[in-house]
Every structure is written in C-alpha cells, then in structure tokens.
C-alpha cells in the first residue's frame, strides 16, 4: 500500500497508508509533513478494531511507527522474519524496513498504534530495545492500552498544547516499553510460564500471604528457583512484590476516615503494628500517620 502525502490538521479523512478493512477506528492526526526542526514530533495515532480482511504490505514507511496488540491475533512480516501477532506484542517499524501485517480470520486483531518522525526518534526506539524492525512482548500484557488512550485523547483534543502533549506521552510510552519488554525467547519457555503464575498467585493472595516459603510452598516451586525466576524476569524480588501490593493495599484503607494503623496493618496480614509501620516507611517512604495527614 502506497503512501500518498496529504496534510491533514485535526480529525478528518484517513491517509491512504491505513487498510480500509477496519470495523472500527479512532484516530487523530496532527500533522503529516511535520517541521524538520522539530527532534521529535507526532505524526498520527489510534485505535483499530480490524476484520478478519485485514492486511497491510508496505515495502517501506515515511515515519517511525509501534504499533501494540491489545486483543486477537494475527501474523507479522517483518525485515524476512515472520511473527504471532497477540495481546501484548509490540513492534516497530520506520522508513525502509519493509513488513507485512495480517489479522486472523477468526480473532481479528484489536490493536493501538502511533506514528511519529524527528531527528530523535530512531534513538527513542533503541532506548527502548525496540529500533525499527524489531518485536517484543509486553507483561502484563494490558499494560500500554491506558497511555495509548491518553495518547488518543491527548490527539483528539483542540489545543495548541496538543503536539507538545502527544509526543510527551510518547515518551512515556516508551518508558513504559522498556520498563515491560519480555523478551520472545523468554516468553515462550516453561520458566516464563511459571513465573507468570506464581506472580499471578502473589497479586490473588497477596493479603494473606506472609513468606517467600509460604509463596513457594503455595506455587509448588522451589525457593531458589522463584527468586530466580524474579530476578529474571522482574526488577524486584517476589517478596519486595509482595510488600508492595500489601502496603499499596493498607495505604488505601488508611485514606479512608477513621481507620486505626493497627486495623490496616492486620488486613494485610501483620499483627504487629510496629512491624508494620517500619515496612510502610521503608516501602512507600513515609510513616503510615504521615500518610493519613495527606489525605
């Protein structure tokens, strides 16, 4: 699909780069020649509920582009590798790097995308281990569709802040990228299989949960093994992950009026207050009593 230079400022009639086979769309555009001084800018985005037609072929694409599956699947082409499309993998692409995207018949692909150009976005792409060409997986796999909807809702709104906002939230969602990539090697090994479940067991139990023995024990694995497997493919230990979605928990019942520090320490399952407050301080910076007064 051949790209045809039109200029479009707000909301208006798709470029030709974009498939018609699309159930549903939301999109903005801010500008498709943007200013060559400008180091970053954003060029177009949205959402894309494709039917089961869909399919793009381009030998090449005038700006940078990542693209995020959100549901459904498909199959990617991209630089003579060919990948799975589904919820969570993320890609890129830009100017000379040839790819191919084709949803499945079945579980069209639901997915988000961004385009953008500027002297600073090759080297964006890399600070995220995504340069053009290349495909990673997101975990959770959810994780990007909020900042792509403020992206979209930061696009769609009429404000001469509108470039400025849209290629800030870029930058976030680049950060976030860096901060969720798993590896396609990784997500495909029984390990990563493991390690996604006993970290789904940590956020379904958390409350009760006291241990790294008791998280093992529960997940049937190996202590070692499970620090291991965080030490892998998390920044965090199981236990620290642990203790963060205890005290994230508490500091929601400490806003709430009239709580005692005692009630929210023991609905996460410390019976020492003490205990409790030195683990708040330490996880979230401040006491659970200094918390109360921000509320």
Known sequence: MKFRRQIHSGVGVPPAFFSPDVSTARRFYLNLNPPKHEKLSVVCGGFEHCTGDYAIHRASFPFYSIEYVARGSGELKL????YSLQPGRVFSYGPGVAHDIAAHRTEPLVKYFV???????????????????????????????PLFEELIQGGLTTSRANPVLCARILECLVLKIAGA????????????????????????HFPRLQSMHQIAEECHVNKAYLCRLFRRHDCQSPYQYLLRLKMNHAADHLQQPGILVKQAAQRVGFEDPFHFSRVFRRVLGVSPSTFQVFR
């Open 79 to 82: 630089k003579g590798c060919t």
């Open 115 to 145: 385009d953008f150009a500027g002297p600073q976005a090759p080297a964006l792409l890399r600070s995220c281990g995504l340069a053009a060409g290349h495909v990673a997986q997101i975990f959770p796999p959810h994780v990007l569709s």
């Open 181 to 204: 990539t798993a590896t396609l090697e990784d997500t495909q090994t029984l390990a990563f299989d493991t390690y996604v479940q006993c970290r789904r067991h940590i956020e379904e």
